[in-house]
């Protein structure tokens, strides 16, 4: 049995009933569940999480999307955060039994039907991009509505992989497919900025730290922190993490006092983190009692 | 949806088309599923392990018992295990959504069917236990199933919690309630015997240890072990063991090189030791993705 994720964002975060009616519309679909919602005023945006096999999630996400582009009219919209369309970026995250590729083909799935039945021009991004220099969101969004409502029709660069090339008030919308993201924090034992920021920045990607970390320091509740976005857990795993913080930590005489997920993570990111600290060698996903449960049924 | 673990143990290991009936009839039953059986010639038994929703687990173990009574005969089993029935032995274990209470009922149910439909004694032991010096299994099957046979009549303490006061061919059975028992192994940079032997006196209940580890140090492939049972993985978690072996190996000079799960082991205990190591005070299992998937299915 194949179990998807999909983390869809609308550009709504005010009118709590159109945020109902686009959830509801997805929560209806058997198969596919609504795990959390989450509405933000200030970027006027919502984040739904969904889970469930395959179709069913991607059968959501159409509905959710349709919804959106009847009651979202982005010529109207404001918000704080970067945007392009009333539905504005569905990304697929395999969860379980399923593939990268699968969460590829659904995505090129959605986007084919957002395109012919709504009407909706779509953009593959991430995994599921088709162009290199489509991989990256803020590429594909660069503008936002207005600069590509202004552009799409004469630059040929920014013709969708779907869809009409024009804009109606529903925009358009980023389809792609990620692995899992982990929101992880860590705190430290003391409320100095200082070297959070430090610890920070030796981790992190950007400034040549762990290829799948982006981090920041700062001070939560008079504690510092160093808040990340893990990215593929896969490839950097998160005791990697948590180690070399505590390698640098030491550096300034400072400990892990304790961390944090925020949201939901897979099964699977904790059990390699078990599998590190118990040098567990050998241990195999099927080993695990819930595992050969979901292989079998 | 809950979810039970049955390890029921049968007093055949050497005729293979008995061993294949017995285990036919349970994996028939709709909603259980036969995981692995095991079978030893030297010891003439079988140990098979179920998995499933509770009502469906216990209906499969009934017909593998009622088959048991009817191709194997006590009066002529000989093995190295101790055993007092032909179904000797069956553990329901939680796993996923069921608790303990919810295993001693079903131990129950199917003592009280086993008693009526196939006129088996049968004995509570463990967690479903009626009186305090029936938890121990070895005092249940005390003389095994020549010892019982002649004192069940006459000795009033030996009366069966359900079922006849008499031994048929099929023998008695236990039937009872346990945590999961996970077989752990670690493994010492040394061809010595001694520091195993030593650790595992240091780190096990019987000697002064830890209260739910069993332990023993041996050679395997010329490389000292430390091979243990954890019979209550929540009270005393992996990790507790794991770095106390780390310390008593040190005194050695020594430390670990690997370490091995013989068998399953449930999710819960490896994010349990996760959970330790990252220091993640507040994760709830809500936050595990697969969790969320089957509370709401």
């Known amino acids: 049995m194949k179990i998807v994720e999909c983390v869809p964002n609308f550009s709504e975060g005010r009118r709590e009933n159109v945020i109902e009616q686009i959830v509801a519309a997805m929560a209806e679909c058997p198969g596919a569940q609504v795990l959390d919602v989450q509405s933000d005023p200030d970027h006027n945006r919502s984040v739904v999480t969904l889970i ?6 991607a059968e959501a996400v159409f509905q959710g999307m349709a919804v959106a582009a009847e009651l979202i009219d982005m010529d109207h919209h404001r918000g704080g955060h970067p945007r392009m369309g009333a539905t504005d970026v569905v990304p697929f995250v395999p969860v379980r039994g399923a593939t990268m590729e699968d969460c590829v083909a659904l995505a090129r799935q959605l986007g084919a039907r957002a ?27 660069r503008g936002e509505y207005e600069g590509l409502k202004a552009e799409v029709a004469t630059n ?7 869809g009409p090339s024009v804009l109606g008030t529903a925009g358009a919308t980023a389809i792609g497919a990620r692995p899992p993201l982990i929101a992880y924090n860590v705190y430290l034992n003391t409320d100095d900025v200082e070297p959070a920021k430090a610890i920070a920045k030796a981790i992190r990607h950007s400034s040549g730290g762990l290829r799948y970390v982006k981090a920041m320091g700062l001070i939560v509740e ?14 950097t795993p998160i005791h990697r993490v948590t180690e070399l913080i505590r390698s640098e930590a030491a550096r300034f005489g400072l400990a892990i006092v304790r ?12 059990i390699d983190a078990a599998r590190f600290y118990l040098q567990l060698a050998d241990l195999s996903s099927s080993q695990v009692l819930e ?5 079998e049924e």
Chains 1, 2 share one sequence.
């Open 291 to 295: 595992n050969r449960l979901s292989d």
């Open 156 to 162: 040929r660069d920014r013709a969708p992989d779907y």
């Open 52 to 57: 469930g096999a395959p179709q069913a999630v």
């Open 259 to 270: 961390s944090e997920v925020v949201g939901l993570l897979p099964a699977e990111a904790l």
């Open 222 to 235: 008079g504690q510092a922190q160093i808040s990340m976005n893990l990215t593929d857990y896969r490839r």
């Open 115 to 141: 395109g012919s039945e709504l009407g909706i021009p779509v953009y593959l991004y991430e995994a599921a991009a088709t162009r290199p220099d489509r991989r990256n969101l803020a590429n594909v969004r």
